[in-house]
T-cell receptor
Framework: GQQVMQIPQYQHVQEGEDFTTYCNSS?????IQWYKQRPGGHPVFLIQ?????EVKKQKRLTFQFGEAKKNSSLHITATQTTDVGTYFC???????????FGDGTTLTVKP | GAGVSQSPRYKVAKRGQDVALRCDPI?????LFWYQQALGQGPEFLTY????????KSGLPSDRFFAERPEGSVSTLKIQRTQQEDSAVYLC?????????????FGPGTRLTVL
């Protein structure tokens, strides 16, 4: 079945440094979503990408969807302590809502 | 309501007991999803409802797991004869439109511990 891999599993950065997490799917995706989960919390939707090569920005966050629609990345510029949490990508290859989540990248930020 | 709510928030069960987990989606949301999240992993899809119709239950791990949404709003996930490997956080999510076309809003989850 469909597999979604995320790297790295953990990332520790100094406040102000940049951060990137990568997501790779074994199959071509209809769309990909990104979520943030704070420690002890639940996933919170960040964004959905649909088009090949799409790039979307939300303040310090930049999301990319690969040309082949099999990979994606999330880049945070100048991290802040409020960015701490686990970032998940979730891919849907059917457009029927059955998304496969990666295992996430856990970001810690040292002030 | 303000968001998706789930109850109970925590459940401890002895192996072999049956449990029922409740999800109250955002009012008016058509789609409802159940996920299972083990420690340190991403949520895994269990099942999906469009209104009262269960359109996909391919993620349910065994026939001990059963979900329903009889009136197209509140949903219940039932696990019969719980086993230790069922210990996880069970997340419910709802979305306004059809699956794959609108944002999923997650509830706080129910943490199930099977002793």
């Amino acid at each position: 079945g469909q597999q979604v891999m995320q790297i790295p599993q953990y990332q520790h950065v100094q406040e102000g440094e940049d951060f990137t997490t990568y997501c790779n799917s074994s199959t071509t995706l209809s769309n990909i979503q990104w979520y943030k989960q704070r420690p002890g919390g639940h996933p919170v939707f960040l964004i959905q990408l649909v088009k090949s090569g799409e790039v979307k920005k939300q303040k310090r966050l930049t999301f990319q969807f690969g040309e082949a629609k099999k990979n994606s990345s999330l880049h945070i510029t100048a991290t802040q302590t409020t960015d701490v949490g686990t970032y998940f990508c979730a891919g849907d290859n059917t457009n029927a809502g059955k998304s496969t989540f990666g295992d996430g990248t856990t970001l810690t930020v040292k002030p | 309501g303000a968001g998706v709510s789930q109850s109970p928030r925590y459940k401890v069960a002895k192996r072999g007991q049956d449990v029922a987990l409740r999800c109250d989606p955002i009012s008016g949301h058509v789609s409802l999803f159940w996920y299972q999240q083990a420690l340190g992993q991403g949520p895994e899809f269990l099942t999906y409802f469009q209104n009262e119709a269960q359109l996909d239950k391919s993620g349910l791990p065994s026939d001990r797991f059963f979900a329903e949404r009889p009136e197209g709003s509140v949903s219940t996930l039932k696990i019969q004869r719980t086993q230790q490997e069922d210990s996880a956080v069970y997340l419910c999510a709802s979305s306004l439109g059809l699956a794959g076309h609108s944002t999923q809003y997650f509830g706080p989850g129910t943490r199930l511990t099977v002793l």
